[in-house]
């Protein structure tokens, strides 16, 4: 079984991660991991805290001459910030600073406080905060060198930013993958890019903030990852949790996702063909790839909705969690639209949850085992 947990906080030293049931003999490119953490940094609308700083990871088990070994990985993401925060996230303590008593709505700062006896919201927002993601970013970068091997790839792109729209036109992979390198909010049009900036621009000039939408797609997956037979073990059911675990993500599609309540079953659901070159086909993929809770060899289409940014500069009201009066809420250094960065870290939870299905039908030993496992059934569904 694949599994990884995460832990750190935002302003303390590091951000680390444990990650077990990886096959052995995948070979491993530390800098395949330093590009998605640096492009998970990037984005039109970002904060002060992505010029600190410069992700990079640092492996320290698990991976031995470039190449896993079947241990757990375990990898750290230093916080170059921390060497400003030493005084106020000591873990030894005394308490410096002021403790923070006004809870931010759409945070996790009120509910956390009351949850946990804290007194300072600070105990709180520094490991809700999306600093996390960093480290699950390094996990989806590894989980791609699986599923490269594999013959599947994956690119998320930013669809939509505070109601402006992107046009996007089908593209092979390398040129989707490249116009979304290229492009600073990660979209695919660059008339609705240019809008999105100016919203963005909008939005921080009034001391606001925006959310947005991004689409993930998966190419090369094989039929049949995840089952019918088990609530927990439908792919979908998989994704959707994995999309909606991202800090702010508010709704996740599959396919045409909530369109299908418009639609009559006979315009809904993808007709099937045969062709003996080409197996069983579908010519429009309404479904996102995925019927029955597995992957049915058609592209993978999730979208994933973020709600805007909680920090705001012009604060909304909030309540002093010391004296109860009536406050505005806390004002921290914050981005102002991160749908770009959001859209690089669900690609890498789509990575992970498609990783954990290939190695549960195939095998985690080792890479070897793994290719001719998949080899071999791709040989039986095409008859031979
Ligand atoms: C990449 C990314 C960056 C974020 N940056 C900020 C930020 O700078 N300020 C902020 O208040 N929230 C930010 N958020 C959102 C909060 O982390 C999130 O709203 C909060 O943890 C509460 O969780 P919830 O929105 O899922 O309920 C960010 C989220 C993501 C995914
Ligand atoms: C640090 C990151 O995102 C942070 C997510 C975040 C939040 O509340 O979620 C608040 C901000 O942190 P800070 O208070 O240090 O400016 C963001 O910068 C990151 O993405 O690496």
Redo the contacts with the bound molecule.
Sequence with gaps: MLRFITAGE??GPALTTIIEGLPAGVPVDIELINRDLAR??KGFG?????LI?Q?RVEITAGVRFGQTLGSPVTMVIHNR?WENWQDRMSPAGPPSGQAVSSPRPG?ADLTGVLKYDRQDVRDI?ER????E??ARVAVGALTKQVLTAAGIKIIAHVTNIGGVNAQVASREYDELQSAVFASELGCLDANAETQMKAAILEAKNHGDSLGGIFEVLALGVLPGLGSHVQWDRRLDTKLAAALMSI??IKGVEVGVGFEYANLPGSKAHDQIYYEPERGYYRQTNNAGGIEGGMSNGEPIVLRAAMKP???LMTPLSSVDIVSKAPIQANT????VC?VT?AAVVGEAMTAIVLTEVLLEKFGNDNLTDLLSAISHYRQRLAGL
Aim: hydrophobic residues 30%.
């Design positions: 935002s302003h998970r940094q970002r904060g002060g805290r992505m700083e992700d910030d945070h927002l809700a905060s999306a600093r993601t960093a800090q702010a940014i909680p920090t921290e250094r914050s981005d991160a960065a």
